[in-house]
């Protein structure tokens, strides 16, 4: 059984195939309009969402399944102190595959241990949120034609942006991908991403303004200042309004350029953009319904009747259980009772669910 907790959890050839199987979606909707007859989904959102959830949601009705759910943890038996693996250990009981977003790092790791049923991740914490790559790598490839060889811009919030983060780790793996990094000094990527792209040999630099990056981007990914991380209000309105797109500044990009954005924007997109027909961030929206329906088919076809009632293993390889603490309070490892997993990389121990150095460097 497959989860996607991480855009690599996907070969590149398995991502192919699903951005493949969206296209054909698009192409051929009615031949899909029962391919999930009497399959339910569960949406569990511990956090905000507008477009993912109904994204998630819509994707599921268009393939004749169900939906259930809930859209906020007060509502839930979370209010009751219920943990995650708990919960999904019941969910399982009603659904046959659950796509969960969570505050906390690492939450849809720790449901994929206990679940049985296809894990997706919705997005956790400031870490990862593969299915709104899945639906940028299929808007890149809609609009470009390709997906190597690009020379991409990420300008905004590197640091919580968790968009970013996954964008980075899958674009990683396409030949000749090149990284324009555009953020403040406060908002720079976190270290182990940088890590990521030295050990995956992807080119990058860091700028401080969107001119001088500009001239060369096929492909402008603009980001909101995550609010609601920064645990200083000062810091958050010293930061927020750093990049504003604006009609003057897309005169100096290509002419084939396009522009993306995960959405909600604030500010960062003035209005007269999205006039500009290389203003794409519209049509990602609805490319992110396609790919959800490509994924949640897949990842059904692949779980088949097969259903584990215990946990399902997943740590073979280089893996440290319990020998190392993470120092991360917004990890999932802080606040439930799991264990406390290490992950061998190129630069030393990562915490398995949010990607933080041990507390004691002790193994590294
Ligand atoms: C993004 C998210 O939730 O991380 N939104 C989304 O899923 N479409 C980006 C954001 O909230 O800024």
């Not at 894990?119 to 609009?143: F, Y």
């Not at 500009?276 to 692949?302: C, H, S």
Request: aromatic letters at 8%; hydrophobic letters at 40%.
């Amino acid at each position: 059984m497959k989860h996607l907790i991480d855009p690599t959890d996907l070969t590149v050839a398995e991502t192919d195939g699903v951005l493949a199987l969206a296209e054909e979606i698009i192409a051929n909707r009615a031949k899909f309009a029962d391919a999930c007859r009497g399959r339910k989904l569960a949406t569990l959102f511990y956090e905000p969402s507008t477009r993912t959830r109904l994204s998630f949601t819509s994707a599921m009705l268009e393939l004749g399944g169900t939906v259930l759910g809930f859209s906020d943890a007060g509502s839930s038996s979370v209010s009751k102190g219920e943990t995650v693996a708990d919960t999904v250990r019941v969910v399982r009981c009603f659904a046959d595959i659950i796509a969960m977003r969570h505050f906390k790092e690492g939450a849809p790791l720790v449901a994929s241990q206990y679940a049985g049923i296809p894990v997706i991740n919705a997005g956790d914490g400031s870490h990862s949120h593969p299915t709104q790559t899945l639906t940028d790598l299929l808007t890149i490839k809609r609009e470009k034609g390709r997906l190597d060889r690009l020379t991409i811009g990420f300008c905004g919030d590197l640091k919580f942006g968790r968009t970013v983060h996954s964008l980075l780790r899958a674009m990683s793996r396409y030949e000749g991908t090149c990284a324009v990094l555009i953020s403040p000094e406060e908002l720079r990527l976190p270290e182990y991403m940088f890590g990521e792209l030295r050990a995956a040999g992807v080119e990058f630099r860091e700028v401080r303004t969107l001119e001088e990056a500009m001239p060369e981007l096929d492909i402008l990914y603009m980001t909101r200042v995550q609010k609601e991380r920064f645990a200083d209000a000062a810091e958050y309105e010293r930061v927020k309004d750093s990049y504003v797109l604006d009609a003057a500044k897309m005169r100096a990009a290509r002419e084939d350029m396009i522009v993306l954005h995960p959405l909600p924007r604030v500010n960062e997109i003035a209005r007269e953009v999205d006039n500009d027909p290389r203003a794409a961030y519209f049509r990602q929206v609805e490319n992110g319904k396609f790919v959800r329906m490509a994924l949640i088919y897949t990842l059904l076809q692949w779980a088949g009747g097969n259903r584990p009632f215990d946990r399902t293993p997943r740590f073979d390889g280089d893996f440290a259980v319990n020998e190392m603490r993470c120092p991360n309070n917004r990890c999932i490892s802080a606040t439930e009772d799991v264990d406390q997993l290490f992950r061998r990389t190129d630069e030393g121990w990562r915490c398995a669910y949010c990607e933080s150095r041990p507390a004691e460097e002790a193994r590294a």
